[in-house]
């Protein structure tokens, strides 16, 4: 399959001369070439979307949420179609895929809201006859850089509200997997946006580079590694550009003695080695406190051996492959250099080869015992299957450990004590926070709030975030003196 552009209401082809390939991870097969598109195609996308802009925000609020329902119910029809789609180019489960796509649809559906969630603010006589107004306006045309772990939902934390305010939109999807963004735009064409309301551009570093330097585009989120969401914060900021970027995460779980620890297990297992480990809401430090540690880490040693992994589309499989051969070698190198540095792979999922799937890029569930705070594999985000365990003997060390690593996107505690995760939740330094919960994942009503390395910029995705992120405020005095006017 050939993937191409959609700009100003029009598929087209662009005339590049390099292409990425889209693979299935579970079959090592070519299934895609994605056009490594750059400024010239950049360039139209926006200026196709800086002509529509001023049409599109002068269409009232209600009517613009009139597409957003239809491409609400279009994702809802088409849910299979697209969760294999998700399957066959990233590699997770079926279902795993289809509950990707139902995240997307909530934050359509909460964006079908705008009406009410962008209406400004007014104070009457903030001196005598004189009022004050607070009005929100879109700001243009904004755009979206995506990872490859989410290609159905990531830009719909950012792309409902954005239109919903009025701004028109450009999304650049990874080059790894840009089949989705491709099904889905063909229903947002069915859906009949104005022309250059909403636009596809494929690509990797020179599409965003265009993207980042080009005048007309005013907002650019962001999500994906936290080196990339610097550069692109850094860049997008120079150029005078509202922006925020999300980036990665390593996230600990705490384990105290008094938690169930079969639930726990359970919940920690699926956080873990869901998606194959490539969520950044994935818990990858499992932190056991006093004698917590022997029954966790029996039983999730046995989760993790008992994982049913292998094609995403096959029935039965709970964890498909990592992204592509190279995440693979990646993940299996760190386990090596964890090793070097003291930790012990309790479970081993290194050189996996799974029946019929010889050429796919699957690594086990892996779990890492005795990982030294400080030391190269408590540090880097693996975003694999692996799952790094320390021991501690008081929640107070827990929470300086967890406290201590530069990421801040999640922090998971398992207690049956209110008072801990109390504590737990008033002194943990991260901006999702899960209380017997191992993937905090916000709905669509709440932001998704990484902190500290996780994330780069003031307002974040989804819900009254996005709604900031996506309009200006224009604050209005007003006085009508008696004088001035005529009498009626
Ligand atoms: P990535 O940073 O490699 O790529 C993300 C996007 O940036 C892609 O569209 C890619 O084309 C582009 N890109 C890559 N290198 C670039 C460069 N040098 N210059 C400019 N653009 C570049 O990330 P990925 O591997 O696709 O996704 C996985 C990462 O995303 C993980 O670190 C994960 O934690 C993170 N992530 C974070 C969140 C969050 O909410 N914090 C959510 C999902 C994924």
Redesign the pocket.
Known sequence: MKIINYINGEWLEPTVSEYANVINPATGEVIAETPLCGDVEVAAAAKAAATAFPAWRATPAQDRIQYLFRLRDLLKANIDEIGRTITIECGKTLDEAKAEMVRAIENVEVACGMPMMMKGEISEDIAPGIDEIMLRQPLGVCAT??????PGM?PFWYLPYALATGNTYII?????VSMTMQLIFRLIEQVGFPKGVINLVNG??DA??AILDHPAIRAIT?????N?AQ??YRRAAENGKRVQA????KNPVIILPDANMEMATNIIADSAFGCAGQR?LAVSLAVTVAEARNTFTELICDAASSRVVGYGLDDGVQMGPVISQISKERVEQLIGLGAKEGATALVDGRGTTIKGYESGSFVRPTVLADVQPGSEIWKT?I?GPVLSMMHVNTIDEAIKLANSHAYG?QASLFTSSGLAARKFRYEVEAGNIGINIGVAAPMAFFP?S?WKE??FGDMHGQGMDAVEFFTQKKVVIERWPKEWSRKF
């Open positions: 850089i995506a990872p490859f772990n989410f990531i650049k999807p990874s080059e790894k990797s570093k965003v580079d962001f999500v994906g590694s936290t990339v550069y692109i999300q980036g990665g995460a950044c985000e975003f996107n998704f990484g996780s994330f």
